[in-house]
Nanobody, 127 residues
């Protein structure tokens, strides 16, 4: 049974930094899975924050977070992280971790392309 558990969400101030983590279990070969962070704000559609594929240098970011957020993947710990710097109120949302097994070179960036999801962690940015 695949399980993704997010942590690290909290209330922060405009301009602060925080790190989210997602621990995966039940994946036969974590290395060969694409992993991603999506977010969904109240009344809005779920959108890509960042994704990481397997193979060197395979990352993708949503336009609104480029240059501020960084995704990383630790295969040994079966964990991905999202380092969030210089957050603003527009970053307030529930952040979801997602995964799907994919061939080398294929990095999915849409929610429909992911097979497994975590329960989400709330990030609230106050001005």
């Amino acid at each position: 049974q695949v399980q993704l558990v997010e942590s690290g969400g909290r209330e922060v101030q405009d301009g602060d930094s925080l790190t989210l983590a997602c621990v995966a279990s039940g994946l036969p070969s974590f290395t060969f899975y694409n992993m991603a962070w999506f977010r969904q704000a109240l009344g809005k559609e779920r959108e890509l924050v960042a994704a990481v594929g397997w193979g060197p240098g395979r990352t993708a970011y949503g336009n609104s977070v480029k240059g501020r957020f960084t995704i990383s993947k630790d295969d040994a710990k079966k964990t991905i992280y999202l380092q969030m710097n210089n957050v603003n109120t527009e970053d307030t949302a529930v952040y979801y971790c997602a995964t799907v097994r994919a061939p080398l070179g294929q990095l999915t960036i849409t929610p429909g392309g992911y097979a497994y999801w975590g329960q989400g962690t709330q990030v609230t940015v106050s001005s």
